[in-house]
């Protein structure tokens, strides 16, 4: 096969994928009753994003439908810590190994991760959320619009109150940006308030949610930005 025509096969086989995952035949249609809504979760390695997919499963599967797909580059590390930690049955976690960086595949190429969404759709009852983490990646780490509905984007408050003044893409652009593990905060000398004046200033209006998983182990005001998506999808949350 030439490079031309393996190029279009793969578009093509991409297509077919997205119309499976999203269903009513529309690549990237928006979520609804008969469709999952997806939310992607970014940021740098260790700020925090495994752990807060874990959270979250355990906040809300009890009364969702759910399912995971977790990226690392060159393991299933986090997809291995969620089923220890068996925050969600076996059959509704899939671990996508990238094999290059993490926004590749959350960007880039999403065919992989298209690969992963398909799979759960088709063979899970009808998903009410999925939750797609990327491996840990810098701050211009965005997720395709083609992949998730809505991207949340996670700090550590342990690399520096300066990493919101630094901006990029996925500070400034999530829907969502989360300062986690604001317990540390004073063992590092990073200035909350500072952090919360320069994320105000990169991104307007924007949500950001300031959290410790040690004091709040259900992060609840995430999960109420999600419940608040899922009910604008049309899901009960």
């Given at each position: 096969?030439?490079?031309?025509?393996?190029?279009?096969?793969?578009?093509?086989?991409?297509?077919?994928?997205?119309?499976?995952?999203?269903?009513?035949?529309?690549?990237?249609?928006?979520?609804?009753?008969?469709?999952?809504?997806?939310?992607?979760?970014?940021?740098p390695?260790?700020?925090?994003?495994?752990?807060?997919?874990?959270a979250?499963?355990?906040h809300?599967?009890?009364?969702?439908?759910?399912?995971?797909?977790t990226?690392?580059?060159?393991?299933?590390?986090?997809?291995?810590?969620?089923?220890?930690e068996?925050?969600?049955?076996?059959e509704?976690?899939?671990?996508?190994?990238?094999?290059?960086?993490?926004?590749?595949?959350?960007?880039?190429?999403?065919s992989?991760?298209?690969?992963?969404?398909?799979e759960?759709?088709?063979?899970?009852?009808?998903?009410?959320?999925?939750?797609?983490?990327?491996?840990?990646?810098?701050?211009?780490?965005?997720?395709?619009?083609?992949?998730v509905?809505?991207?949340?984007?996670?700090?550590?408050?342990a690399?520096?109150?300066?990493l919101?003044?630094?901006?990029?893409p996925?500070?400034?652009?999530?829907?969502?940006?989360?300062?986690?593990?604001?317990?540390?905060?004073?063992?590092?000398?990073?200035?909350?308030?500072v952090?919360?004046?320069d994320?105000?200033?990169?991104?307007?209006?924007?949500?950001?949610?300031?959290?410790?998983?040690?004091?709040?182990p259900?992060?609840?005001e995430?999960?109420?930005?999600?419940?608040?998506?899922?009910?604008?999808?049309?899901?009960?949350?």
């Open positions: 096969m030439r490079p031309d025509d393996d190029r279009r096969s793969r578009r093509a086989g991409d297509r077919r994928a997205e119309e499976r995952a999203y269903g009513g035949g529309r690549p990237g249609g928006p979520p609804g009753p008969d469709r999952p809504l997806r939310i992607g979760l970014g940021g390695v260790g700020s925090g994003k495994t752990a807060l997919v874990a979250l499963c355990r809300l599967a009890g009364r969702l439908e759910m399912a995971v797909v990226n690392d580059i060159y393991t299933t590390e986090d997809a291995e810590f969620l089923l220890r068996a925050v969600l049955p076996a509704r976690i899939r671990a996508v190994q990238t094999g290059c960086c993490p926004h590749t595949a959350i960007r880039d190429d999403i992989a991760n298209l690969e992963a969404v398909d759960l759709v088709r063979t899970l009852p009808p998903l009410d959320l999925l939750l797609i983490e990327s491996g840990g990646d810098n701050l211009t780490a965005t997720f395709s619009r083609g992949l509905h809505h991207q949340i984007f996670i700090l550590d408050v690399g520096g109150d300066k919101p003044r630094k901006g990029g996925g500070v400034t652009s999530a829907d969502l940006l989360v300062i986690n593990k604001t317990d540390l905060a004073d063992r590092v000398g990073a200035d909350l308030s952090m919360a004046r994320a105000r200033a990169r991104r307007g209006d924007r949500p950001v949610c300031f959290l410790s998983l040690v004091h709040d259900s992060a609840h995430v999960a109420a930005w999600v419940c608040e998506r899922l009910a604008a999808a049309g899901h009960a949350g």
